[in-house]
Structure formats: C-alpha cells, structure tokens
C-alpha cells in the first residue's frame, strides 16, 4: 500500500523550493547590478542596437 500523504512535509518542500529559487533570483540580479555598475559608461551591454558600420 502507498504511504499516507504527509501534507506538512510537501508543504515545507514546496516552501523551501520557493526561497531558493527566490535566493538565486536575487543573487542573479545583484550579479547583473554589480556588472552594470562595473562597466564603464553604467550599461551591461548586451541590451544596446549594434551601430550602422556600412558605408554609403
């Protein structure tokens, strides 16, 4: 026979779950901060459109 469902367990899963994807979310974003801010003129980069280098 299956084991009785123990809902406190499954429930402190879940919540653990929640913090640490709530910990990386926040890590993630103070590591792109801390990029931003180490670049020279304050922007990551990868959000900026590429300059029109063709010659007319």
Do not use: C, I, V
């Not at 084991?3 to 929640?18: D, G, I, L, T, V």
């Not at 974003?29 to 300059?51: C, F, I």
Request: charged letters at 45%; glycine letters at 4%; zero cysteines.
């Amino acid at each position: 026979m299956a084991f009785k469902p123990n809902y406190n367990h499954e429930r402190a899963e879940r919540n653990r779950a929640k913090a640490a994807k709530a910990q990386q979310k926040l890590k993630d974003r103070e590591e792109k901060a801390a990029q931003r801010k180490a670049s020279p003129d304050g922007d990551a980069g990868d959000t900026a459109a590429p300059e029109d280098t063709s010659e007319e």
